[in-house]
């Protein structure tokens, strides 16, 4: 087992200094001068006036006139000091950026992830268990239509009918849940909506054939004709052996939160990871976009890891060499 | 089409007197009963079949030009003679969300294409070769498998700049693993195969036993793949030009005619939805089809269905 998880865990950094590697060069290949961008942003002199000594030591200051290899390993040791750079548009260092933005991503990715844990599971157990009864046929057509809808449009329509319509809720914005708890909540609600729609249809239908998988087995038999009681056949032996495969989908539901983070943010005006990533990407601001990116591949890599090693103690008949 | 004959039968008399001959029911026959069986899969195929008639016929089928401004009747609701209304500009919402179909489809198929060639090929090299090769290739898709699939198409679109050509190229690059994933191990279990063998010892070439045996062989899992793939990259695409990174305007993108009606959701809310829907229904039509395919085509309900 410990060397199981010592493997993967190198296996891991592997990855991730090809990752590293790879987001450093491609945001190199970038047209388009981030620096004149920024001289646009933050002076209002004409950008032919001016002279190219100001140009070269703004250059210089970034760091940006030192050949790639070199400003490749400058941007990894300052990363393992806690310095990931400046960002060209915000005038800020991105740690700090990072700071401000990656805890809202990250609680409302949470939210979403229990969210889409909760309900996608407990759908797809009871059409399972309930097969072709109504729960089934409500539970069963919804999980086809959940994996279709665009996410985006899903939260303009909520945005419409809840906000517009209605007035139940904000349309946008977000609230820290320690600031204004009422308010960060009704905020909070369409985007983990949005955010879970997905996971939840896919929990839903791979928890449902998975227990229609496990409830034909001997073993579910035996429980059935030792007469225990059917909760105890469903929470006992059913329940366990079928969230083995729909581990693995949580934690691909977690790139997918991030993937949906993009849209989601830039649809509620959400001052997370994902919205700052579309702007940055907008602003060519190399620091940030590097930052963000590897972040969401650090987080993603991890929970893989941590999916990989919990199925140990989810089947025992799984065992490390 | 495929009329071949269950093999048992040309085996020697004396062989099939022991074995029990199985029913003589062509491929093709099988695949469209299974494939056609359920009415929703049905259901999809007509989808896309009339799709594919809007994106080839727009030009006939709108009734207005998608791209022409027409100022005095900006913002319009659904009327008589504007189905679905108009956008800021005047311009008719149905006409574009017809002409939207022929991006749709473009991306769609052009991205399957690109992405399907190279995973694949990569796939059978690294699960056919085996050792350095193997590890090469598998770790170079290790590395793009942490990014979510849209931040990677986001990444890639932003450094080239948008325009129809670098989505393209975007999400193609976007969705190389999963191909590679799927045809790596395929490879794998079907060169262990006897007839791999035989065909090594009669001296076929790598190439000819990659291209001949083994891409067949793997096939019906792959074309299932794509199709499900054509309905995650529609909806990826649609992100993308919500984001406003795709065809430039005045183009037509359904993803972006819902940005455009995001700003004015309150004058024409309709503009927004029904693009939205669109999307929905052909991604639900090609997730249809590839369950139907994948029903039709798995080895392991042969007899089942």
């Not at chain 1, 040791?77 to 805890?103: K, N």
């Not at chain 1, 809720?169 to 879970?196: E, R």
């Not at chain 1, 579910?220 to 366990?240: D, N, Q, S, Y």
């Not at chain 2, 001296?203 to 019906?220: E, V, W």
Request: hydrophobic share 50%; glycine share 10%; net charge positive.
């Amino acid at each position: 087992m410990t060397t199981f998880i010592i493997r993967r865990l190198l296996h891991g950094l592997i990855i991730l200094v090809l990752v590293s590697l790879l987001i450093f060069f491609a945001m190199r290949l970038l047209p388009g001068d981030p620096l004149l961008i920024y001289m646009a942003q933050h002076s209002q002199q004409n950008l032919q006036d001016l002279p190219p000594e100001v140009l070269e030591q703004l250059r210089h200051e970034f760091g940006l006139d030192k050949p790639l290899p070199v400003q490749y390993v400058n941007w990894i040791l300052g990363i393992l000091r806690g310095d990931m750079g400046d960002s060209f548009f915000y005038g800020q260092d991105v740690g700090t950026l990072l700071l401000q933005r990656f805890p809202v991503t990250v609680y409302l990715g949470i939210l979403a992830l229990i969210v889409s844990s909760i309900v996608g599971l407990t759908a797809g157990m009871l059409a399972a268990i309930r097969r072709g009864k109504w729960v089934d046929s409500i539970v069963t057509p919804l999980t086809y239509i959940g994996v279709c809808i665009p996410i985006f449009w899903l939260g303009i329509l909520m945005i419409y009918v809840f906000g517009l319509k209605l007035n139940f809720l904000p349309i946008a914005g977000f609230t820290s849940p320690f600031d204004d708890f009422v308010l960060s909540i009704k905020q909070a609600i369409m985007p983990v909506i949005c955010q879970s729609i997905f996971g939840v249809a896919s929990n839903a239908r791979q928890m449902r054939s998975s227990v229609l998988e496990v409830i034909r087995q001997d073993y579910i038999r035996t429980a059935w004709a030792k007469g225990l009681r059917e909760r105890v056949v469903i929470f006992k032996h059913t329940m366990k052996n079928s969230l083995i495969p729909v581990v693995t989908l949580i934690g691909m539901g977690v790139s997918f939160i991030f993937g949906g983070s993009v849209l989601v943010e830039t649809v509620f005006a959400i001052p997370g990871i994902g919205r700052l990533l579309v702007t940055s990407i907008f602003n060519h601001d190399y620091m940030v976009v590097q930052g963000v990116v590897l972040i969401m591949a650090i987080v993603v890599l991890l929970v893989n890891l941590i999916v990989d090693i919990s199925y140990g103690s989810l089947d025992p008949r799984i065992r490390y060499g | 089409m495929d009329k071949r004959v269950e093999p048992v039968t040309k085996e020697p008399a004396g062989v099939t007197g022991f074995l029990e001959a199985p029913p003589h029911v062509s491929e093709w026959r099988r695949f469209s009963r299974v494939f056609f069986s359920r009415k929703i899969v049905l259901f999809g195929m007509v989808v896309l079949i009339i799709l594919m008639f809007t994106a080839i016929f727009a030009n006939l089928l709108a009734p207005y030009d998608p791209y022409t401004p027409d100022m005095s009747n900006s913002l319009l609701n659904p009327t008589r003679e504007h189905l679905l209304g108009t956008d800021i500009f005047g311009r008719d919402t149905l006409s574009r969300l017809i002409y939207g179909s022929r991006t749709a489809l473009a991306v769609g198929f052009i991205s399957v294409g690109i992405a399907s060639v190279i995973g694949i090929s990569l796939g059978i090299v690294a699960g056919y070769f085996g050792g350095i090769t193997n590890a090469i290739i598998m770790r170079a898709i290790d590395t793009l498998m942490p990014f979510p699939m849209i931040v990677l198409a986001l990444l890639v679109a932003g450094l080239l700049g948008g325009g129809i050509h670098n989505v393209i190229v975007a999400l193609s690059i976007a969705t190389i693993p999963p191909y590679t994933r799927v045809t790596h191990g395929l490879a794998l279990s079907i060169k262990e195969n006897d007839y791999i063998l035989a065909q090594r010892s009669m001296g076929s070439s790598n190439m000819r036993i990659m291209m001949r045996h083994i891409l067949p062989n793997a096939f019906p899992p792959i074309i299932v793949l794509m199709t499900m793939m054509l309905g995650s990259l529609i909806l990826a695409e649609a992100g993308l030009s919500f984001l406003g990174i795709g065809i430039e305007p005045p183009g037509a993108a359904w993803g972006g005619m819902v940005n455009d009606g995001y700003k004015y959701l309150q004058e024409n809310p309709v503009l927004s939805f029904a693009p939205g829907l669109a999307i929905m229904l052909v991604v639900f039509a090609f997730n249809m089809v590839g369950d139907g395919l994948r029903d039709a085509l798995d080895p392991r309900l042969r007899g089942l269905l």
